[in-house]
Every structure is written in C-alpha cells, then in structure tokens.
C-alpha cells in the first residue's frame, strides 16, 4: 500500500509540474484584463492603506479601515482576500496576481483526483487529472483568473469530495466542511447557486429512492457499496451545517441586508438582461449554451491570445463518453453492481447546464468552468468503461493510444496558443499594450486622467500600484445621460486632463460623438496626444486633451 501511494504522489507532482509549466510560461502576456483586476483593487488598497472602494458602500468598517463585501451586485470578495497574502509576499504585481488562480488550478487537480479515485479507481482519477491539466480551456482560463471566478472551481471540488467522505465515513467534519465550502462558492460569485441547486436535486432524487426501497423493506446495499446514501433523520448536524454555510455566505448575505444589491440586480435582469438575454427564451438559450458548452471542451475560445485552435476530437469524444457510460450501465449488471455514481455524475453537470439557461448577465462560456474537472472525469470513465466492461475488452495498446491521444491534442493546441501570444501580446482588451499605456501615464505623472470606455480603469491602478487612478465616466448605458454631459463640462475646464479612449471596433461604449460635441460647444480643439498600438502597430488606446 505504501508504495501505491508513493507511486501515486509521483505521478500527480510530474501532473502537477506540467500544468505550472503550461500556466507559468509567460505569465504576463496577455495583457491584465479589466475582469482581472477588478477584485485585485480592493486587496491594494488594503494592503497600502488606502481608501478602498466599496460597492454601493456596502461594506464592513473597522475603525477607520473599510473592507470590502462584493466586488460587484454578483460576485463576492473572496478573490480579494485571498490575493492578500500573494500580493503581501510577492507585491502587487500581474505575476503575483495570476499566481493566485494558477495555485487554485493545481489545488484543483489535486481535488480532481482524490475525488475521481473516492467514487471510483485510481486509474480513472490519473487520466482525469492528465487530460484536465492540459486541456486549453482550463489552462488558459485558469492563468487568467477566469476573470472574477478563478476560486470556484476550488470551493466545487472541495465540497464534492467532503459530502462523498462524510457520507462513507460517517464524520460530520466533512459535512460541516462541505457547508463552508458552499457558503463561500455561493459567496465567490451568485452563480455557484447551480451548483448548490443541483445538488439538492440530486439529494432529493436519492433520499426519495432510498426511502421507496426501504418501503419495500430492502437494504440500502441495494444502491451498491459505493452509492451516495442520503436519508439522515438526525436532525442536529443539519442545524450545524445550515449555521456554517451561512456564515461561509456571509458577504453575499451582509451586503444585501444592508444595500439590497444582488436582489436589485436579480430583479432588473429577470426579464431581459442588460445584454439582451430574454430569460424567457428557454429554447434559443439552451442551444445558446450547448454550443457554449462546446466551446468549452474543444478549448476555441481564446481568440485574444492571437489565433483560434481547437481540440476538434474533443465534442464528438465527450458525446461518445456521455453515451459509453450510458449503455455500459444500463446493459452490464456487474456496472450498476458498483453504484450509481456515474449517473449522478451526469445527472450533476445536465442539471447546470439546464439551469444556465436563465442568467442575469450574458450566456458565456467562461460560466462552465468549473465543470472542466466534472468532464475530465466523466471522459475518462468511459475509457475505463470501455477497457473493462465490454465483451471483447479494448486492447490496451488501444485504450492507452485514445488518451495519449487525447492528451497529445490537447498539448498541441496549448503550445499553438502560447505561440500566438509571443508574436502579438493578446489582442484588444487582452493586449499587452496596457502596459505600455500604464507606462505613458506614469511618465506624464497623470495621476488621474479621465477614463471614456470600459476595459481600463482596473487594469491602470494595479499596473501603477495607484499612482494612477483614472477616474470613469463613461456610464454602463447605450447612450450617457445628463450626468456624463455635466462631468465632462467640469473636466473640460482644465486643459491638463487627459481623455482615454479606446480605438474602433475596440470601444464599448462610444463616447467620443458627445466628447467632440462638448468640445465643439465650448469652442475647444481636441488633441491627440498619444497613440498606444498591439505589437502588430494597431491602434487600441488613444490618449486625448482638450486646449
């Protein structure tokens, strides 16, 4: 057993080296996305003592110290106090800030596997962790902070494998712990609710089967000896459990008691959200995130880091590994002998996917992320399937060159990608020309300049460690209102503020119509001062003032 184990440690430290190798390699580029650096703020500020900001001032105050809640009406601050100690260690730098997600990723495969070998074999959980640590999807969304989520995965996993050993080995400290976990999941961003949602779908499709049986005066070996057994009529753990997870939710639960915030922005986004979604729309969204799903697993998403490369076998593999596991179950006795686990597995990941077809924001790949680990483990089941189960059994020279395989692509198309960041640095609001803005400002000694779009505040405080403070005008609307005419009026008073704007087809919110009519109107000319182009001399950041 000793050396299982051993062999074990091996095989998940060169595992775990990879990833590092995959996620650390030029670890700056692209460029710090505004996402990114958006819960990265409040960490240094407190850090350096500043004044932090807070939403809707919906924070908890110390003395004269404030700390934040959320870092926005859906996601929590959990990512911010977490980055704390890195930024304290290694300073607030982009390095230091990707380390935090990067860290999470490889707890992540940790957690993988021990869960994958709890439910199922060894071997299982070493394939699943293998094809996960080189996938492209969860390599280059995990090195970038998935923006403002990198964590959840971690509370998901984490959670998952405490409820599997508190059920098997009757301890209610890994109930306790699952609590915690969820609490904070829920904390780290509204979305996690799904997964907390499915879950208590799944318990109650469970007891109710366990109840039935037990009706009928069988045994709850019947599940198998691996089955989740859920009816617990011991009430005080339970009690227990609900005060911890609160207190894991806390920031989500605090910050709408005292500013309503996540409710108000729930009930905005119901209907039609503020990117056009009609949650009504069940039919156009579920394809919506079917193909979002899709992305996910044949990792084509990252069309900013310069190129779009796909794992193409992935899609057509993960559909095949959903229907193998199907037909192994339901036709092999000695399969539904070890458990109902692999329908669970299943069962857990369609019940998000469904979910997902209501948000409040936009239908985005990037909200499956912390169903990577979930696939990994449900593609390497089917292999095992397949191996062991089938009438004329997978030779294994066979069965070894589908993962190889597998893995082989998933390699390939992360070298592809990094090859494409070093020729151009990210593209857009991932461009690497961020840096070289945030230089500009510094050099001018702008302490604040007046910021005309969205995708750039953030990222300028972080980079100048708030030397720089743009200040946003831009307004989170089509068209600006009254207040953006009256901000600029004042701004345009000085003739020493400068003006940042994006280039093109790189705005979000066009601005630049009303800053030219405001300068016309004041009888002003309007200067370019600076250009700051991606590596390939396109334009993206263009720096104005108004003499």
């Not at 094809?131 to 509370?155: C, D, E, K, N």
């Not at 059920?167 to 976990?181: E, T």
């Not at 005066?217 to 911890?244: F, V």
């Not at 640095?425 to 702008?446: M, N, W």
Request: glycine letters at 8%; zero cysteines; a positive charge.
């Amino acid at each position: 057993m000793r050396q299982g184990w051993f062999r074990d440690v091996l095989v998940l430290v060169a595992i775990l080296a990879l990833f590092a190798i995959l996620t650390g390699y030029q670890i700056k580029l692209p460029g710090l996305y505004y996402d990114e650096a958006l819960d990265a703020v409040p960490a240094m500020q407190i850090l350096q003592g500043q004044k932090v900001e807070l939403v809707r001032q919906g924070g908890i105050r110390l003395g004269n110290h404030a700390f934040p809640l959320m870092a926005m009406d859906y996601v929590g601050a959990v990512n911010t106090y977490a980055l704390l100690p890195f930024f304290a260690l290694l300073g607030v730098k982009v390095s230091s800030l990707r380390l935090l997600p990067i860290a999470g990723g490889a707890l992540t495969l940790i957690l993988t596997y021990l869960l994958t070998k709890e439910l199922f074999r060894r071997n299982v959980a070493i394939v699943s962790i293998l094809l996960l640590a080189v996938h492209p999807s969860f390599v280059f969304w995990t090195r970038q902070g998935i923006y403002v989520t990198s964590l959840m995965s971690v509370l998901l996993m984490g959670s998952l494998l405490a409820l599997i050993r508190w059920r098997r080995q009757r301890r209610d400290s890994y109930l306790y712990l699952a609590s915690l976990l969820l609490g904070l999941g829920l904390s780290s961003k509204i979305l996690f609710l799904w997964f907390i949602i499915a879950l208590g779908l799944i318990y109650l499709a469970v007891a109710s089967y366990v109840s039935r049986v037990s009706r009928l005066k069988e045994t709850e070996s019947n599940l198998g000896s691996h089955t989740l057994s859920l009816l617990d009529h011991n009430w005080g753990p339970w009690a227990i459990s609900a005060t911890i997870f609160l207190a894991g939710a806390a920031m989500i639960l605090i910050y709408n008691i005292k500013t309503r915030g996540t409710l108000i922005a729930l009930s905005q986004n119901l209907g039609t959200t503020g990117y056009g979604v009609s949650n009504s729309n069940f039919f156009a969204n579920l394809t919506t995130r079917l193909d979002n799903f899709k992305v996910l697993i044949e990792g084509n998403f990252f069309w900013y880091l310069g190129g779009i490369f796909s794992a193409w076998l992935y899609p057509g593999a993960f559909g095949a590994a959903i229907i193998i596991i199907l037909v192994i179950w339901l036709a092999r006795r000695e399969a539904r002998a070890q458990g109902y686990e692999p329908l669970l597995l299943l069962g857990f990941v369609g019940l998000v996917v469904i979910q997902s077809m209501v948000t409040i924001s936009d239908l985005w790949a990037t909200h499956f992320y912390s169903l990577l680990p979930l696939a990994a483990m449900i593609m390497a089941l089917s292999l095992h399937g397949l191996h062991r189960f089938v009438p004329q059994r997978l030779p294994s020279l066979l069965w070894l060159g589908v993962i190889l395989f597998l893995f082989g692509q998933s390699l390939y198309v992360d070298m592809q990608y990094h090859r494409a960041l070093k020729e151009t640095g990210g593209r857009r609001t991932h461009s690497d020309a961020i840096y070289r803005l945030a230089s500009y400002l510094e050099e001018r000694r702008e302490s604040q300049p007046w910021v005309m779009d969205w995708g750039i505040q953030k990222s300028v405080v972080i980079l100048t460690q708030g030397r720089v403070n743009p200040v946003e005008i831009f307004q989170y609307a089509p068209q600006p209102d009254i207040n953006f005419t009256n901000w600029l009026y004042g701004a345009m008073a000085n003739p020493q503020n400068l003006y940042l704007f994006h280039s093109g087809d790189a705005t979000v919110f066009p601005r630049y119509p009303a800053f030219e009519a405001m300068a016309r109107q004041l009888n002003k000319e309007i200067v370019l001062e600076k250009t700051v182009t991606e590596r390939d001399g396109t334009p993206l950041f263009l720096v104005y003032s108004v003499k």
